[in-house]
């Protein structure tokens, strides 16, 4: 039903910066929020971000002062701004959409790579 479609991953130097963003396809009745989680191999997904649909936010400890997730309703999108990006942000980023009658929707994921 749902699609989401994720952009702007890719390779970049520690210090660097890249911006996620994640479109769904549609309009999404009684969205609770949308998110980004990530996971970097052979570990746990983990949370990075979340902004309910009154743009509350929510963020990791790890990306704190580092990330910011913002969305756009008209456009049913979201976004990541990660700057001061480290090694240890290498991974594979996860959209994800929860709503009253979806329930969680995740995109294929976006890999980022950040170099030494």
């Given at each position: 039903?749902v699609q989401?479609v ?15 963003s ?37 963020y ?18 979201v ?19 929860r ?18």
């Open positions: 039903q989401l994720e952009s702007g991953g890719g390779l970049v130097q520690a210090g660097g910066s890249l911006r996620l994640c479109k769904s396809s549609s309009s999404i009745f009684g969205v609770i929020l949308m998110g980004w989680y990530r996971q970097a191999p052979g570990m746990q997904r983990e949370l990075v971000a979340t902004i309910t649909a009154g743009g509350s936010t929510n990791a400890d790890s990306v704190k002062g580092r990330f910011t997730i913002s969305r756009d309703n008209t456009e049913n999108s976004s990541l701004q990660m700057n001061s990006l480290k090694p240890e942000d290498t991974a594979t980023y996860y959209c994800t959409v709503a009253i009658r979806l329930g969680t929707a995740w995109g294929q994921g976006t890999q980022v790579t950040v170099s030494s």
